[in-house]
T-cell receptor, first 111, second 114 residues
Framework: DAKTTQPTSMDCAEGRAANLPCNHS???????VYWYRQIHSQGPQYIIHGLKNNETNEMASLIITEDRKSSTLILPHATLRDTAVYYCIAHRGQAGTALIFGKGTTLSVSS | GAGVSQSPSNKVTEKGKDVELRCDPISGHTALYWYRQSLGQGLEFLIY????????KSGLPSDRFSAERTGGSVSTLTIQRTQQEDSAVYLC????????????FGQGTRLTVV
């Protein structure tokens, strides 16, 4: 799976949108962009994933550039409970490939 | 079950003892992962099971670590002759196979080697 690069940390004010970037310049055509987060002392939680098109669910939106070399996870109205480490992973999601986590971005939401 | 279940939730063991950690994946999930997370560190991939295929053991840190998955369901991670550096949270995840899938994680087993 392709390597991803994320900033080490980011801050966001409560109620504002949190925009978390991810670079995946070597992503291949059959790799999806997945986002997970890990709140302190909990197991990781799936957020969203996409291939080419932008995606939205109840948790977040995922914006993928047309060349697929980067993406942005958007939490539209960040709350204190969104403070977590956010992981961006390029993954084929099929047999024979393990899901490998990088260091992620530590998002701190403050009031 | 509703989600991935791991047991025990906490385990304290003496250095040199063997331990077994259990993971019950979500019913029907054919893929199962084990990870290790030391205090303040990221998720370290250990091993990946996919259906009847040979597991990907590339992340196991030493031959003291082994894992098996019986009947394509429950998995056991075994650590022999535990060392203090084995102290960590061990996380299990499961998923369906195929494209467009997401992994579901358990709450982990916190292992402390004293």
């Amino acid at each position: 799976d392709a390597k991803t690069t994320q900033p080490t940390s980011m801050d966001c004010a409560e109620g504002r949108a949190a925009n978390l970037p991810c670079n995946h310049s070597t992503i291949s055509g059959n790799e999806y962009v997945y986002w997970y987060r890990q709140i302190h002392s909990q197991g990781p939680q799936y957020i969203i994933h996409g291939l080419k098109n932008n995606e939205t669910n109840e948790m977040a939106s995922l914006i993928i550039t047309e060349d697929r070399k980067s993406s942005t996870l958007i939490l539209p109205h960040a709350t204190l409970r969104d403070t977590a480490v956010y992981y961006c992973i390029a993954h084929r999601g099929q047999a024979g490939t393990a899901l490998i986590f990088g260091k992620g971005t530590t998002l701190s939401v403050s009031s | 079950g509703a989600g991935v279940s791991q047991s025990p939730s906490n385990k304290v063991t003496e250095k040199g003892k063997d331990v077994e950690l259990r993971c019950d994946p979500i019913s029907g999930h054919t893929a199962l992962y084990w990870y290790r997370q030391s205090l303040g560190q990221g998720l370290e991939f250990l091993i990946y099971f996919q259906g009847n295929s040979a597991p990907d053991k590339s992340g196991l840190p030493s031959d003291r670590f082994s894992a098996e998955r019986t009947g394509g369901s429950v998995s056991t991670l075994t650590i022999q002759r535990t060392q203090q550096e084995d102290s960590a949270v061990y996380l299990c995840a499961s998923s369906f196979t195929g494209l467009n899938t997401e992994a579901f994680f358990g709450q982990g087993t916190r292992l402390t080697v004293v």
